[in-house]
């Protein structure tokens, strides 16, 4: 029986970053992706869902929280963020 949400990366941030992980989900019901963010040391944790786009996209998605590009805001991040979008 197949999983509803499958994970299907995980990155690990390195040197000022290392406290930051990102996990990258498959919602095979609707097919779209779903990113979960953490860091340890500061209160930025959020999950979003990204639709309409690549399996490439949410991994980069993903890669540029634990690399530093995005950077924490007060408030969640998703996908129609324009100040965000430009990093994908």
């Known amino acids: 029986m197949k999983k ?30 779903v990113i979960m963010c953490l860091s340890e040391s500061e209160s930025s944790n959020f999950i979003t869902r990204i639709s309409g786009h690549s399996e490439r996209y949410a991994e980069d998605a993903g890669e540029n929280w634990v690399l530093g590009v995005i950077k924490p805001v007060n408030s969640a991040w998703s996908e129609k963020t324009v100040e965000q979008d430009k990093y994908f």
């Open 4 to 33: 509803d949400i499958e994970l299907i990366h995980v990155f690990y941030g390195e040197n000022q970053y290392k406290d930051r992980r990102s996990f990258v989900f498959l919602d095979h019901k609707s097919r779209d992706y």
